[in-house]
């Protein structure tokens, strides 16, 4: 069968015999990934090249992460990563927090399909947060019958066996002549969380690393913990398992991640907080840098200021999600602090670590947000002087307690002070910029400079960006660097 086919047939391939399938996970999964290879190769043989794949994430770093998962699975049954979507299989891993994240998707779905015509081998995968909304599967069973697989958040450690299954679906005896037909495997949550699958980082020198998975905060306004599930955390020792190895890969700097990791541990076994955890993550030899994301700030506590105030690993940046300065909006968004708490909270980090940068989120428009609301955002902007700030319309999510509040505030009125928030944000950023000219910190250097070869780029502590004269060996390094001027955003600096 090397024989090699004309465009537009489709392959069919010898399906494998699966008995004694493993009960237990990951187990499981290794299983499935030897029978996806063997139909990767039946199919790779079939098409005279290798099968490309490309996975284009959406949202946030949890779905980045998610992404490497996914690429890592890819990659060990023997599929060969492409730069394009004219892939052999062109998976989005999707957001769902705001409306817009959605109409990308959709709009770029209609391009795929072009390309399928094309392309006998090609398969369309979507996952990720989008996914768990019922209404989006529905829309795409209707109008998008070309994708082949479909599946949440809650299963994607199972991206193995699926693959196994859509390949099967699509390219079988019975699938022949019949078009694609649509695997599709969505669950409502999960408490499980499997240990010990491939990934494949990005970055070799940084990695995120999950430490909890979903949320229980329901803020009035967002999406997450509908498509997320239940607050999970992981073992401590498995992340400090993942965190050594990780080290002894080379890693240097790690990003926490979670959706309010001020939560975590609450509901292991042995309880551990945030701040305990982080203490043993700093005795790890050859990670020099700790970042983490998102932090609460109705459960930051006394303990992890502390913690941050004493260590020589935690980056010195902290995003603090603000999202309105108004006590009583707060209130409708179910956020469970007050203007007053936040900005306590603001003073108690800045005396213990003075040089912090902070970020934030902000919402804009929420229902019922009067101008003397919005005022009190502007207030908080203000006192607090945020290093950098995203700024979001509001959005409405069906589902979520805010999408039937009453007041639901006009486009116009919402773009205006949309506007105002934005340029007060960016006038203070643009203020607060170059504060550390002169000085010699350490940056880790990330990557070469896209425009000028002779530079490379990296980051400050504080997360600031740096750019200065050096050589492609340098990445993944941490340098002594003088800043010796600010341009904008950036600093211009040269290593000492
Ligand atoms: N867990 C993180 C946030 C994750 S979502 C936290 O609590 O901070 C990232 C950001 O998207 C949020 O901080 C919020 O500012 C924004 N967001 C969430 N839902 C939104 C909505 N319905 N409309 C507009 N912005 C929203
Ligand atoms: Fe959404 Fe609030 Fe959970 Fe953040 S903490 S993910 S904003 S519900
Ligand atoms: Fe989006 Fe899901 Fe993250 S909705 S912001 S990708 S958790």
Redesign the pocket.
């Known amino acids: 069968m090397s024989q090699k086919v004309t465009t537009g047939v489709r392959p069919t391939l010898r399906i494998a015999d699966k008995n004694q399938i493993p009960a237990t996970e990951p187990e499981r999964q290794y299983y499935f990934m030897d029978i996806a290879k063997e139909y990767l190769r039946q199919l790779s043989e079939e098409k005279g090249s290798p099968l490309t794949f490309h996975v284009s994430t959406f949202g946030?770093q949890m779905n980045a992460r998610d992404s490497e998962k996914l690429v890592g699975i890819l990659e060990k049954i023997g599929y060969v990563e492409e730069d394009s979507e004219e892939a052999d299989f062109v998976i989005y891993n999707t957001c769902t927090?705001?409306e817009n994240a959605n109409n990308k998707v959709y709009g770029r779905l209609g391009y795929l399909n072009g390309f399928q015509k094309k392309n006998p081998f090609m398969m369309i995968g979507l996952c990720g947060c989008m996914m768990q909304e019922p209404t989006v599967v529905e829309k795409i069973k209707q109008s998008y019958r070309f994708v082949n697989l479909i599946f949440g958040t809650h299963n994607i450690y199972k991206f193995a066996e699926l693959i196994v299954t859509a390949l099967e679906n699509s390219y079988s005896e019975h699938a022949a002549g019949h078009g694609t037909s649509m695997t599709i495997d969505i669950w409502k949550d999960t408490d499980k969380i499997v240990e010990d699958l491939p990934v494949e980082r990005k970055y070799s020198f940084k990695s995120g690393v999950n430490i909890m998975f979903g949320?229980n905060n329901f803020?009035s306004?967002?999406?997450?913990p509908y498509v997320r599930g239940r607050e999970r955390s992981r073992e401590p020792k498995e992340i400090i398992r993942e965190v050594e190895r990780l080290a002894a890969d080379g890693v240097v700097e790690i990003m926490l991640l979670g959706?309010?990791v001020n939560s975590y541990g609450k509901n292991l076994e042995q309880p551990m907080t945030f701040a305990q955890l982080l203490q043993e993550i700093e005795k790890v030899d050859g990670i020099e840098r700790i970042r983490f994301m998102?932090s609460?700030p109705k459960d930051l506590s006394d303990d992890l200021i502390e913690v941050m105030k004493n260590s020589k690993k935690i980056c010195k940046h902290l995003h603090l999600?603000l999202?309105s300065g108004s006590s009583r909006i707060l209130k409708l968004m179910n956020r469970r602090y007050d203007k007053e708490h936040y900005l306590e909270l603001v003073d108690k980090i800045r005396a213990a670590v003075p040089d912090i940068a902070l970020t934030t989120?902000?919402?804009v428009g929420f229902p019922g947000e009067t101008e003397e609301d919005f005022e009190e955002t502007m207030d908080v902007v203000r006192k607090v002087r945020y290093d950098s700030a995203f700024t979001?319309?509001?959005?409405k999510?069906t589902g979520t307690p805010a999408a039937v509040m009453e007041d639901q505030i006009p486009e116009d009125v919402i773009k205006a002070r949309f506007d105002r928030l934005l340029k007060e944000v960016q006038t203070i950023s643009a203020e607060k910029a170059g504060a550390l000219t002169g000085q010699t910190l350490p940056v880790l250097i990330e990557e070469k400079n896209e425009q000028d070869a002779s530079l490379v780029t990296g980051r400050l502590s504080n997360n600031s960006v740096v750019h200065l004269p050096g050589t492609e060996d340098m990445i993944g390094k941490i340098v002594d660097v003088k800043l010796l001027e600010c341009k904008g955003f950036y600093y211009m600096g040269e290593s000492i």
């Open positions: 946030c927090v705001r949320c803020c306004y967002c999406i997450v959706q309010n998102t609460h999600p999202q989120d902000i919402i979001f319309i509001y959005s999510r």
